[in-house]
């Protein structure tokens, strides 16, 4: 699965580090400096690396933890979210990652005890409930198997009650989850999309019916669990696929265990975007009618308006609106809320 | 890329080049006098002389002799020390070392994981005592930041071949034993070829070039023939002409701007054609159905 790592000098000898070289036995070893000198190069090709990424093994040095940008938090919480990741095992076309980066190989940053010393700083200088998102710049659960993230991190949020942890996550690798009792701070959060958008561009993935299990496993073991609708992705059947995936997802998971439901269409910063339709210039999703609003690509306003409201009002006939959390931009945002 | 991505070969000495030569039925290209060019079909071969300044320019005139593309294969092939791994032993270079400058680069390894991977430090002297476990050799550092400006650095990769080590002088490397090492090498090297290929097929497709009937037909300015250039682009990804190659694509817009019953009597002007051509796009976009696409990624 994984042939290289790179391992930064500083990181070679921690425990973490070890433990996870054991796990990948046929991998060539090469010891790197910083991991900046193989992930930033210029002359990468994040496409062509795609094909067979390697592992980086790093330490982060600062900025463990940052506050979420306007209009992504949850009401009533100081919202963070960290990364302990850059890049994920998943092929998803429209991820804002391809865009991001120059490389595709997974980092893996192995010093979770700073991240964990910032998360518990956060909450104590917050004079509200904190909320941490994690897998922001990768999927929580996909790489628990080497990395071993979630067990860590979990053990470390059931003695911070005070703090919520959000993990983000397309996996079915919830075994570090089912094999402990659930917590009740602890939100897993699974992004969603219709059987046949995430066979056409959610490459590598599990499929929507292996996530619909994993989230029943879940749900039984008393697990919270988020639903996330994003991207929505506009197409000419898009009503009847995303009727149908709501219908499905709500007649198989009771409103009870569901912690929260957001929902958010397609959109990129625009200089992202451009690099997307360089590394995949014969990709149909990056085709569609796509505009640039005040640095941001997302489809034509009517488009828009039409496909976040028709699934917002498909959303709301199933949960109350007290669960809904849309991430839409200013005016699209107001008439949700309204 | 409608033809296949071209294999350029450097190495520094012609004992080096001829077995390759033979491999690829490469021929003189008797065209050229600054540097000994080799050329067949899918491939070519430059001799770019001992060291790394011979390295750089030997592929920097190479990449614009024969227009080097964005999809192709660059390889350095060449012999060096080693103080510890056996004569013969074939490595490719997971860390390159400019022991003059102290530079560094790690090549990607997307297709090389399956073969030997060894540092490689450049020297400008020769080295005789191999202080520390990696291939010594002269043109690495060279080749490599030169290549990869003409191509994505996993496209590049430098492979060496242990000639010389403790038991084995440096000065016992004459021509004959060099070719005699590289020969050797070809297997290795013939896979290492065909695994560098089958990731060039994964490279991004070239989008049709804009057809030279609008051109003529209409005047763009350059932001216009940009704006067309992403309006064609969008239109060879709706319609699939991307899987009948570039020519297919460009003709299915010059289908749409002109053929019949083309609209092209009634556009005057670049804008005219854009602002219609835009429309066109966009209920392409909106008629079609998600796909699964035909390759994994």
Known sequence: MIGTVYIEEEVLAQPRTQRILSRLPAATQIPIQRYGEVFNVRSQSFRLQKVSPSLILAAKHSGHVLPTPEGYGLPGYRCFYFSHMLNCLYDCRYCFLQGMFRSAHYVLFVNYDDFEAAVREAVRDSDRPCFFFSGYDCDSLAFEGVSGFAASFLDFFADLPEAFLELRTKSVAIDALLSREALSNVVVAYSLSPHDLAAAYEHKTPGLESRLVAMERLARAGWKLGLRFDPLLYHRGFRDRYRQLFDEVFRRLDVEVLHSVSLGPFRLPASYFSTLTKLYPEEALLAAPMEDVEGVVSYRKDLLSELTEFCTGEILGHIPREIFHPCLSGEQGSQVAS | ?297
């Open chain 2, 1 to 297: 890329m409608e033809t296949s991505p071209t294999v350029h070969l450097v190495v520094a000495l012609s004992c080096e080049a001829r077995p390759l030569a033979r491999l690829l039925r490469l021929k003189g290209d008797p065209a050229h006098r600054a540097f000994r060019l080799f050329v067949g079909d899918g491939a070519d071969l430059v001799v770019t002389g001992v060291g790394k300044v011979a390295a750089a320019a030997g592929t920097a005139y190479m990449a614009a002799a024969i227009d080097a593309r964005p999809d192709d294969v660059w390889i350095n092939v060449g012999v060096g020390g080693h103080r510890s791994e056996a004569l013969g032993s074939v490595w490719t270079a997971h860390t390159i070392r400019d022991a003059g400058s102290g530079r560094h680069w790690h090549p990607p390894r997307t297709a090389t994981e399956g073969f030997a991977a060894a540092e490689v430090v450049t020297i400008e002297e020769v080295e005789r005592e191999y202080p520390r476990e990696c291939v010594y050799e002269m043109e690495a550092a060279g080749f490599w930041p030169t290549a990869t400006r003409f191509t994505a650095a996993e496209l590049c990769q430098v492979v060496k071949v242990v000639s010389d080590g403790p038991g084995s002088s440096v000065d016992e490397v004459v021509a004959e034993r060099v070719e005699g090492l590289i020969t050797a090498a070809l297997p290795t090297l013939s896979d290492l070829l065909d695994s560098l290929r089958d990731l060039a097929s994964a490279a991004p497709p070239a989008p049709p070039a804009l057809a030279s009937e609008l051109l003529e037909r209409w005047h763009f300015s350059l932001t216009q023939r940009r704006q067309l250039e992403r309006l064609q682009q969008r239109f060879w990804a709706l319609t699939s002409s991307s899987e009948g190659g570039e020519e297919a694509g460009r003709q299915g817009v010059v289908d749409v701007l002109l053929g019949p019953p083309g609209p092209d009597a009634e556009l005057r002007s670049a804008t005219e054609v854009l602002d219609y051509f835009a429309q066109r796009v966009d209920e392409v976009a909106l008629e079609r159905e998600p796909r699964t696409p035909r390759r994994g990624s």
